[in-house]
C-alpha cells in the first residue's frame, strides 16, 4: 500500500505490472465486439472482450490499469507495430465473474493526413487510418490479439472504497475506467458501495455517449449513483450552448459543493487533454480547490479565470485526492 499524506488521502492498493512483457505477450481470444454508442454517429466505438484465460494475466489485472496491445504486421518503416495501451473497462473480477474476460473501449481514428512539419508533403490530405483500434474494432470473436501488460499504478480505486465518496469525469473513450469503476463499486459480490458516486461524462453529442444505457440503469437502480452528462455541440432546450464537463460540474456547483468540500472525496478525470484546466478553475473560482489542488504561491492572488493558459500545468497540480489520466 503507498503511504497517504493526509488522513483523507487514498490509499491505493498493490498492483501488478507487466507480467506479459512486450517481448512475451500472452494470446488472448475476443468474445464479443459490439458498438457501445447510444445512437447513430460518425464514430465508431466498441466494447471489446477478450478472454485470456490461463495467461499470466488473468486474475492478476484492475481497474484503472491498461492492458497493451500489438497490432500485427509491421509499420512503414519495416518494424513491428509497438505496443498501444487501453483502458481496462471492467472490475477486476472481469467480464465473467473469474477475471478471466478482460474488455476496453477501442474508437476508430479515422483521420485527414495533415502536415505536422515543414518538411511533410503540404498538400497531401488522404485519409489516415490508426493501426491499432482499428485493428481492434475489426475483430470478431474468436479471432486472436497479443496483449501485455498490466500497466498503471496510480489511477485506481482506493483500497477501501466505503471510506470515499467519488466524482469521475470522462470525455469519449475515457469512460473506459469509469465503466470498471462503477460496475466494481456498484456489482460488489458482497454488495453494493454504498459511497456517493457521480459520473459526469462528456460527448460532442447525444448519440455519441458511451454505456449510456448501463449507466442510466445504475442511477435508477441505485440512489447513491447519479449520471450527468455534458454535450458540447447541441443547443439546451433553453437555447444556451453545449457544455464541457467542468461546465456541468459549476452549472450544479450547489449540488457538488458538500460533496466536494467533504474530506471523503476523490476526483477522477479521464479523457481529453487539457479537460483538467476547465475544472481546476471551477474549483478554484468557488473556494474548493484547497482539498484537490497544490497551486503556486506566485498565484496565489490571481483569479483563476484569468489563469494563463499555457502555465496552468506547471503551477496548478492535482494532490493525491484528484487523479488525472487525461492524453
Ligand atoms: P470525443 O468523443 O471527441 O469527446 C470529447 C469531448 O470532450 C467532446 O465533447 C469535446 O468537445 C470535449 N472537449 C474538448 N475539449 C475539452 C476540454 N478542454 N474540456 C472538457 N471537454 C472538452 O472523445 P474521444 O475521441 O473518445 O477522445 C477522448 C480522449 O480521451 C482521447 O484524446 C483519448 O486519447 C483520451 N483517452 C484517454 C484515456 C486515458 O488516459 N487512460 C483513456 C481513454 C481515452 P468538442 O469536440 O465539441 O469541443
New binding site residues.
Given amino acids: 500500500m503507498s503511504n497517504p499524506t493526509t488522513t483523507s488521502d487514498p490509499i491505493l492498493p498493490e498492483v501488478k505490472m507487466n507480467l506479459a512483457p512486450p517481448s512475451a505477450p500472452i494470446t488472448g481470444r475476443v468474445v464479443s465486439n459490439d458498438m457501445c454508442l447510444k445512437g447513430k454517429s460518425n ?1 465508431y ?1 466498441r466494447h471489446t472482450e477478450i478472454d485470456i484465460t490461463g495467461t499470466a494475466i488473468a486474475g492478476n489485472f484492475i481497474v484503472g490499469q ?1 492492458f497493451g496491445v500489438i497490432a500485427p504486421g509491421v509499420d512503414e518503416k519495416g518494424k513491428p507495430h509497438k505496443v498501444r ?3 481496462i473497462a471492467c472490475p477486476k473480477w472481469g467480464e465473467d465473474g473469474q477475471g478471466n474476460v478482460i474488455s476496453t ?1 477501442p ?1 476508430r481514428v479515422l483521420e485527414e493526413y495533415k502536415p505536422q512539419k515543414k518538411t511533410d508533403d503540404q498538400i497531401r490530405h488522404t485519409l489516415f487510418i490508426g493501426v491499432c483500434s482499428n485493428f481492434l474494432c475489426d475483430l470478431n470473436p474468436g479471432d486472436e490479439v497479443q496483449i501485455t501488460g498490466p500497466a ?1 499504478r496510480r ?1 485506481l480505486l482506493p483500497a477501501n472504497t466505503a471510506d470515499h465518496d467519488y466524482i469521475f469525469l470522462a ?7 469509469f465503466r470498471g469503476m462503477v460496475k466494481e463499486l456498484l456489482e460488489n459480490p458482497e454488495g453494493p458501495c454504498k459511497s456517493q458516486i457521480h459520473l459526469v461524462m ?3 453529442y447525444d448519440t ?1 455517449l ?1 454505456y449510456d444505457e448501463l449507466f442510466a440503469d445504475f442511477a435508477t437502480k441505485h440512489d447513491n449513483f447519479h449520471y450527468h452528462t ?4 447541441e443547443i439546451r432546450p433553453d437555447g444556451s450552448r ?1 457544455i ?3 461546465h456541468c460540474i459549476d452549472e450544479k456547483i450547489e449540488t457538488f459543493r458538500p460533496l466536494l468540500e467533504n474530506e471523503r472525496t476523490l476526483i477522477y478525470i ?10 481546476y478553475q471551477v474549483l478554484a473560482t468557488n473556494g474548493l480547490s484547497d482539498a484537490y489542488l497544490t497551486i503556486a504561491d506566485d498565484w496565489a492572488d490571481l483569479n483563476p479565470k484569468d489563469w494563463p493558459w499555457a502555465e496552468i500545468k506547471r503551477n496548478v497540480r492535482p494532490t493525491p485526492r484528484c487523479m488525472v ?3
Fill in positions: 464514430s466505438v491498461s495501451l487501453y483502458s473501449t474508437k498503471g489511477f470525455t469519449g473513450t475515457g469512460i473506459a475506467p462528456g460527448a460532442p455519441d458511451l455534458a454535450i458540447s455541440r453545449g464541457y464537463t467542468h479521464c479523457g481529453i487533454q487539457g479537460m483538467q484546466t476547465g475544472l489520466e487525461v492524453y
